[in-house]
């Protein structure tokens, strides 16, 4: 009987909880498509540029540490 009790507090935790989702939900401003794209090539350009600083550190590291594994 005790753990009738637990499940229907678990229950009235979870109907809240979504209750609350739904409501927040309904408070997101969704993106239009022209700035969807605008902020997906934002991010393409981002990723692109950081990969580049990327590899360019790691061929710089790469040719210090032969270098001086060369010494």
Request: glycine letters at 8%; charged letters at 25%.
């Amino acid at each position: 009987m005790a753990t009738d009790v637990k499940v229907e507090k678990k229950r009235g935790k979870l109907a809240t909880y979504l209750k609350g989702v739904r409501t927040e939900s309904k408070k997101v401003i969704w993106p239009n498509k022209k700035e969807l794209l605008n902020y997906t090539g934002v991010v393409l350009a981002f990723s692109i540029v950081f990969s580049i600083v990327v590899y360019l550190l790691d061929l710089g590291i790469g040719y210090v540490y032969s270098l001086l594994m060369n010494l």
